[in-house]
Nanobody, 123 residues
Framework: EVQLVESGGGSVQAGGSLRLSCVVS????????MGWIRQSPGKAREGVAS???????SYADSVKGRFTISRDNAKNMAYLEMNSLKPEDTAMYYC?????????????????WGQGTQVTVSS
């Protein structure tokens, strides 16, 4: 069974930085897409970033230029470097994997999630 475990969340002031990590246990194809999704109370789930096996990254407009997604297939890990954080970035951040990156932006039954890590940005 595939399990994803996120870490690295926390509380920072606006303008600060955090680096989220995700370790995947169990087998997933290196061709699977990895990504990050976030959700705040009362708001819809939002895709943040995705990275397929070829490394072609995609970002939500709200985080472009501030967040960087990466992956290490040898270690079965994914990362999200978050800089210039804003209060509106406050959310639970989930690591996800899916056979195609469409499953990150529009999760389906094939999308697998972690339990999430909380990011809180104060003004």
């Amino acid at each position: 069974e595939v399990q994803l475990v996120e870490s690295g969340g926390g509380s920072v002031q606006a303008g600060g930085s955090l680096r989220l990590s995700c370790v995947v246990s169990g087998y997933i194809s290196p061709y699977y897409c990895m990504g990050w999704i976030r959700q705040s109370p009362g708001k819809a789930r939002e895709g943040v970033a995705s990275i397929p096996e070829d490394g072609y990254t995609s970002y939500a407009d709200s985080v472009k230029g501030r967040f960087t997604i990466s992956r290490d297939n040898a270690k079965n890990m994914a990362y999200l470097e978050m800089n210039s954080l804003k209060p509106e970035d406050t959310a639970m951040y989930y690591c996800a994997t899916s056979p195609a990156c469409a499953g990150i932006w529009m999760p389906s039954s094939d999308t697998k999630w972690g339990q999430g890590t909380q990011v809180t940005v104060s003004s």
